[in-house]
């Protein structure tokens, strides 16, 4: 192999790196609309549960509800879900419900869970967590990848990237004013 294509196959890749830095730091972009699905079909999407169970959404329906797609091999997913798990024990008592999904092995993500004392929700499904995580504006497949939804399952927040603990509750703060 030439310098010349071992040259352009960097370059290439950080171009890439580059993009993916670029869409992980920008700023969360509220949105008016619910996007892509209608609230009916977000809270009847099927998920399973850590035994296995199928769960979905509409359990939450009312609540404003924090959806973070995430997955067991991701760095910085790893790094925000102990945030989660702490705004979701301060929020709990306010209407706010944390869910994790993963297109991940159940069994990973029940010791993943385990491991890190996540104490919402993580649920798993192959073609459903995908296909909802598209269809609720990721249509890249980055992780993390979060959305925060109105007690009717409209679309207020889409992030691409990590959230840090501070930034998630002041939007909490904002959203539970506005969405009592």
């Known amino acids: 192999m030439s310098l010349r294509w071992v040259f352009a196959g960097v370059a290439v890749l950080a171009v890439l790196a580059g993009a993916a830095l670029f869409l992980g730091n920008r700023a969360p972009s509220p949105v008016a609309a619910a996007g892509d699905i209608h609230p009916t079909a977000l809270y009847a999407a099927g998920f399973r ?3 296995g169970a199928t769960r979905s959404l509409a359990q939450f329906q009312g609540r404003l509800l924090v959806v973070n797609f995430w997955a067991t091999w991701c760095a910085p997913c790893r790094e925000e879900m102990p945030a989660f798990n702490r705004l979701q024990a301060r929020w709990a008592g306010r ?3 944390f869910v994790g999904l993963a297109q991940d092995d159940a069994a990973k ?3 993943f869970g385990r491991d890190l004392a996540i104490a919402y929700p993580l649920w798993t499904g192959e ?3 995908g296909e909802l995580a ?3 504006g990721n249509h890249l497949g980055v992780l993390p990848y979060t959305v925060i939804l109105d007690r ?3 679309v207020l927040e ?3 990237g990590p959230y840090t603990e ?3 509750e002041e939007r909490l703060t904002a959203y539970s004013k506005n969405n009592p």
């Open 49 to 51: 549960d850590e035994q």
């Open 95 to 97: 209407g706010v419900q």
């Open 109 to 111: 993500v029940a010791r």
């Open 127 to 129: 073609d459903e967590v």
């Open 134 to 136: 598209r269809r609720l």
């Open 152 to 154: 009717q399952g409209g």
């Open 158 to 160: 889409r992030r691409v």
């Open 166 to 168: 501070a930034a998630l």
